[in-house]
Nanobody, 124 residues
Framework: QVQLEESGGGLVQAGGSLRLSCAASGRTFRSYHMGWFRQAPGKEHEFVAA????????EYADSVKGRFTISRDNAKNTVDLQMNSLKPEDTAVYYCAAAYNSGTYRSPMLYDYWGQGTQVTVSS
């Protein structure tokens, strides 16, 4: 079992940056593919970024490509999301998630474990 806890959210002006971090418990963290999703009020979970268990493969939503970077440190059991050039439409609760099986990383259905989320608010 994997427990996930996000941190690093907050309030930032448009054009600014934030770095989210997800700390995972459990010795099997390195076996899991990791993803970041977000959910704005009244909307469904939206895929943001994903990284394979080894870190060798990444995938991004078109809306964040070139602005966000996902990375992981298997020695520290962490996965980070560096967010630059933030826009008001990036405002949402951001969740990290862990998936044991390979598949469509953009689908929330693939993921077995979820964190509680961290709020990101971007003001215009």
């Amino acid at each position: 079992q994997v427990q996930l806890e996000e941190s690093g959210g907050g309030l930032v002006q448009a054009g600014g940056s934030l770095r989210l971090s997800c700390a995972a418990s459990g010795r099997t963290f390195r076996s899991y593919h990791m993803g970041w999703f977000r959910q704005a009020p009244g909307k469904e979970h939206e895929f943001v970024a994903a990284i394979s268990w080894s870190g060798g493969s990444t995938e991004y939503a078109d809306s964040v490509k070139g602005r966000f970077t996902i990375s992981r440190d298997n020695a520290k059991n962490t996965v980070d999301l560096q967010m630059n050039s933030l826009k008001p439409e990036d405002t949402a609760v951001y969740y990290c998630a862990a998936a044991y099986n390979s598949g469509t990383y953009r689908s929330p259905m693939l993921y077995d474990y979820w964190g509680q989320g961290t709020q990101v608010t971007v003001s215009s």
